[in-house]
C-alpha cells in the first residue's frame, strides 16, 4: 500500500555571478517506503546538472500526512 512522503532535498547552484546559492526543493510522492519516495525524487529532477553528484547535498524524507493538505468538514 503505498503512503505519501514528503522529501526536502538540498542542492548548491551556481548563479549568474558564479556564486554557489544553496537551493531547497520539497517534493510530494506517493511510494512504499523511504527508499521508493528517494528513487522517484531523483527520477522527477527534470535535467540533471553536469555536477549534480558533487552538488547534492541532502534529502530528508518524512511520511506526510494528508490531513495537512485537505481541509476538515465543517461540522453542522
Known amino acids: 500500500m ?3 512522503y ?3 532535498v538540498s542542492f548548491y547552484k551556481e ?3 558564479g556564486r554557489a546559492v544553496k537551493i531547497t526543493e520539497i517534493f510530494l510522492v506517493s511510494s ?3 527508499t521508493d519516495a528517494e528513487a ?3 527520477e522527477s529532477w527534470p535535467v540533471t546538472p ?3 553528484s558533487s552538488s ?3 534529502s530528508i524524507i518524512t511520511m506526510y500526512s494528508l490531513s495537512k493538505m485537505a481541509p476538515k ?3 453542522k
Open 73 to 75: 468538514p465543517s461540522s
Open 15 to 17: 548563479d549568474s555571478k
Open 50 to 52: 553536469p555536477t549534480f
Open 6 to 8: 514528503q522529501a526536502n
Open 32 to 34: 512504499v517506503s523511504y
Open 40 to 42: 522517484r525524487v531523483h
Open 56 to 58: 547534492f547535498q541532502k
Open 2 to 4: 503505498s503512503k505519501w
